[in-house]
């Protein structure tokens, strides 16, 4: 028979069942010695030809008659989800076994509709990453020497213009900007990205909050770069903590590439090497399905800094 992921059709996804291998063998094998087409496990007409829409698999329609389902016990992601099921159809052509199986998935909404499971294939050189060990490409500290100066000073506007702004008051008047641009740089290459933004933690001060007064604010080490690469690159120092600062931003990446699945991975990868960077601790990053319903479905690969 075919191997396991060869028998499930993704649409727009590579094909993600690794949660559910054993799953998917064990239904193999009942299937291939059981008769597994039960009136209580087929599926209307309507929902049916939604599977098959869901698969793309037009084509077969004249070769696979009915569609039925089971269920995978306790395969739900989040408390109160429904568990998600393996949907598989009679095929004409496969005399062997008569089954063909189509897709992991549920039903969703009040109207049937079907959603289809995606989990993210991490390579082994990714799963290093997820897993912590990556080994750091640069460290956090800031490059006081940095010879190009920023591409962007936004008008001066963290550069004492406007004092109700974060400002930055790392390095003197006249080596401030190439600092900074060094420090975007940084970010840019090894720090949390999302492709207009970037996100880096440095080791010592960079700047403070703005206040109305004349006394600086709370001291920043974070920095966020606004369209990075581009010739309007350009960023001001943030706080650690609070609504606006690093570790609430850190979250909102998290989400931000998760949604965008297979498009995202590669900042995903990238975001746990700069979280190895920045020394953070396993778990910091809470309890994420919190925010499950802003996660469209899908949740992030497993990584030893954040939990679901």
């Known amino acids: 028979m075919p191997s396991i992921y060869e028998h499930i059709h993704f649409r727009k996804q590579k094909k993600g069942a690794v949660l559910f291998k054993a799953d998917l063998a064990q239904v193999i094998a009942n ?3 059981a008769t597994p087409f039960n009136d209580q496990d087929k599926l209307a007409t309507l929902l049916g030809n939604k599977v098959y829409q869901r698969c793309q698999m ?12 089971v269920e995978i016990p306790n395969s739900s992601r989040c408390a109160g989800d429904p568990n998600w099921r393996i949907y598989y159809a009679r095929d004409q052509q496969n005399l062997a076994t008569n089954v063909q199986l189509l897709m992991i998935g549920r039903t969703v909404a009040t109207t049937p509709d079907q959603e289809e499971f995606f989990d993210f294939r991490i390579s082994a050189e990714d799963q290093i990453a997820f897993s912590g060990d990556s080994i750091p ?10 010879a190009q100066t920023v591409l962007s000073d936004h008008n001066n506007k963290h550069f004492g213009a406007d004092r109700k702004a974060n400002q930055y008051d790392i390095g003197t008047d006249t080596t401030r900007k190439r600092i900074v641009r060094g420090m975007e740089e940084k970010a840019a290459s090894f720090g949390a990205n999302t492709g207009s933004e970037s996100y880096f933690m440095f080791n010592t001060r960079v700047g403070y909050e703005g206040t109305d007064g004349a006394h600086p604010g709370a001291a920043c080490e974070c920095i966020r770069v606004d369209t990075p690469g581009t010739n309007s690159q350009h960023s001001h120092p943030i706080p650690t903590d609070g609504p606006g600062g690093h570790d609430a931003k850190i979250k909102d990446v998290i989400r931000y ?3 965008q699945k297979e498009e995202g991975l590669p900042y995903l990868v ?4 700069y979280l190895r960077i920045i020394g953070t601790q396993n778990g910091k990053y809470k ?3 919190q925010q499950k319903a802003l996660y469209n479905g899908t949740r992030p690969p ?4 954040w939990t679901w």
């Open 302 to 305: 497993n990584c030893v800094y």
């Open 58 to 69: 037009h084509d077969q329609q004249q070769k696979l008659v009915d569609v039925y389902s």
């Open 270 to 273: 990238q975001l746990a090497k």
């Open 257 to 259: 590439l998760t949604v």
């Open 137 to 146: 490409g640069t460290t956090m500290a800031v490059d006081m020497l940095y």
């Open 287 to 289: 309890n994420l399905r």
């Open 31 to 33: 299937l291939t010695v």
